[in-house]
């Protein structure tokens, strides 16, 4: 998910009550950081999710000073 930020990452699951997605980063040493999960509705994913876990990422980098 280059499109999110450098690193992250995306696990989909989809069972009977549908089709989820879970972004994520893993590059740094001191923990594994999930910016958004959510459940799909459509075949693409919305701007809004990606918006959102694009900022949560921004945030991320700013807080550990990277």
Known sequence: MN???RGVREI???DAAGAFRVLYVA???DAVYV????????QKTSKAD????A???RDLLKELGQ
């Open 12 to 14: 989909r699951i989809r």
């Open 3 to 5: 499109t999110v930020g």
């Open 35 to 42: 910016l958004h999960c959510f459940q799909k509705k459509t």
């Open 27 to 29: 590059k740094f040493d």
């Open 55 to 57: 900022q949560r990422y």
């Open 50 to 53: 990606l918006n959102l876990a």
